[in-house]
């Protein structure tokens, strides 16, 4: 569908073209670049907490300190919120809403600096209020006073901020963008995911029993109660993305069956195509 007239047999095979700079939509780069980090912030923190992406969360949370980065990524949120499978996003404007924020002395950048002053300036700096703490973020000096009278400016390079998460959340940052997701998962929100992957499993079978993509089905399952209700709750959503016209819950299954893990729980499943 590339290919043209005019060019050689294969796409492949074609110079790429020269770039017309004129076309090129400088701020919408911008704004997919800063989308992008987001997006893995998130993808990352699931990882991290071993949270599968068909699981829906409740909300994610986005804070940086640039407004222009805010800006762009408030026109991204659909985009984002998707790509998390996350309910809705959250824009806040203060970072310490998300973490619990202490700053450390970096001693290897204040050792040559402050000399045998270093036990006083490391405990002046470990108690740094949010104010103090969002100077150093924005890389503004620190003025801080000595029991000698002595003044010294405290830059960015010479304080470690850590960062403490809130309970209920996961933060990351990368460069001028954090993010939380909401790990709290609801009964609602777990019987979602509980379909989703059965939606999945469903699609897989479709596949090794090669079926066309046009095929209806007829599907019969057995499990515990918690997930069979979660099945038969989301009973339209499965039908729909697995073109099922039915789904039974019965203690019997047709003759080719195979067991899944879904969430930690066993699940028979027959998948069966429909005959006219």
């Known amino acids: 569908n590339l290919r043209m007239d005019n060019m050689p047999e294969s796409v492949h095979l074609c110079d790429y073209p020269d770039v017309e700079h004129l076309k090129r939509d400088i701020e919408l780069e911008t704004q997919m670049t800063h989308t992008i980090i987001a997006v893995s912030l998130g993808r ?9 992406i068909r699981q829906p969360l409740s909300k994610a949370i986005i804070v940086s300190h640039d407004s222009n980065i805010m800006a762009l990524l408030r026109n ?29 002395a970096n001693y290897k950048e204040l050792g040559s600096k402050v000399g045998k002053n270093m036990k006083e300036v490391a405990s ?34 010479e304080v470690l901020v850590v960062r403490t ?13 954090t993010l939380a997701l909401d790990m709290v998962v609801t009964q609602e929100l777990e019987e979602e995911g509980f379909a989703r992957e059965f939606v999945s499993k469903i699609q897989n079978l479709r596949k090794e029993m090669d079926f066309d993509v046009s095929d209806r089905i007829n599907i019969v399952f057995k499990s515990e109660s918690k997930l069979a209700t979660a099945i038969l709750k989301f009973d339209g959503y ?39």
């Open 165 to 177: 998460e809130k309970e209920g959340l996961t933060v990351a940052t990368d460069k001028d963008i």
């Open 44 to 52: 990352y923190l699931r990882v991290k907490r071993e949270i599968k």
């Open 238 to 276: 499965i039908k729909t993305e697995t073109l099922a016209l039915s789904i039974i819950e019965k203690p019997e299954v047709f003759d080719k069956s195979e067991v899944f893990d879904i969430n930690g729980i066993s699940c028979v499943i027959s998948v069966k195509k429909h005959s006219i």
């Open 76 to 104: 991204s949120s659909e985009i984002i919120r998707e790509e998390l499978n996350v309910k809705t996003i959250e824009f806040l404007h203060n970072e310490e809403d998300l973490v619990n924020r202490t700053a450390k």
């Open 124 to 157: 002046i700096i470990l108690n740094f209020d949010e104010d103090q703490i969002n100077d150093i973020i924005a890389d503004k000096a620190v003025v801080i006073t000595l029991d000698s009278g002595q003044q010294l400016e405290i830059g960015k390079d």
